[in-house]
């Protein structure tokens, strides 16, 4: 599967990331959470793969 993200640069998909991340550990129900936690892990994911000149270009 391909998303593609317009008008936001690498800084605000690693916010997004981060929010996961910081949501999944307020959350109440534990399933909740590791949902959160795992969308979260292959975002970041994502990013880390991009290649290098994505990256340049993204921030």
Known sequence: MALHVTGLG???LEE????LL???DT???PELSAYRRSL???LGDA???L????RE???
Not at 16 to 19: I, L, P, S
Not at 51 to 54: E, K, L, M, V
């Open 47 to 49: 990013l880390d793969a």
């Open 16 to 19: 997004a990331v981060d929010c």
């Open 40 to 42: 979260a892990r292959l």
């Open 22 to 24: 910081q949501c999944a």
């Open 27 to 29: 959350a109440v129900a």
């Open 10 to 12: 690498r800084g605000d």
């Open 57 to 59: 270009v993204a921030e």
């Open 51 to 54: 290649p290098s000149r994505a």
